[in-house]
């Protein structure tokens, strides 16, 4: 199981996205699926002082000292911080839509940031992350 964190510990400019999201996801039902949750380990330790936590009902991955928010659990679905390699993940084919099982969607660069896509569980998702962060 991994621990929490408090909002005052992520309570930068750069996580203020990402956090007004994920505070509107306190208030739903459900959390990350346990792949997911896995997933974002699997890159966590791919990157210098990842760490995963729980905030709310979401597992997220937050790298280094910086405390970064780089990717987040979304039920059966994983998303990450591009940054500069938003584009190269689009051109091996990560998407910003996600359409669930009840067929309602989430384009998560409107939902969080435009350098946000969903993860594929490809290869370069690791890359994408060290480049950047």
Do not use: C
């Not at 993940?89 to 996600?98: E, F, H, M, N």
């Amino acid at each position: 199981m991994y621990k929490s964190i408090a909002q005052n510990k992520l309570d930068t400019p750069a996580n203020q996205a990402a956090l007004a999201y994920l505070e509107m996801r306190k208030h739903r039902p459900g959390m990350t699926h346990p792949d997911i949750a896995e997933r974002l380990q699997a890159l966590g330790q791919q990157l210098p002082q990842g760490r995963v936590y729980l905030y709310g009902p979401s597992t997220i991955l937050v790298a280094g000292k910086t405390k970064l928010i780089v990717g987040i659990g979304i039920g059966t679905a994983h998303a990450l911080k591009t940054g500069s390699s938003f584009q190269n993940a689009i051109d091996v084919g990560a998407k910003t839509i996600q359409i669930w099982s009840d067929k309602t969607s989430l384009n998560i660069t409107e939902a969080i940031a435009p350098d946000w896509i969903f993860g594929g569980w490809k290869d370069e998702e690791a890359n994408w992350l060290k480049a950047n962060f």
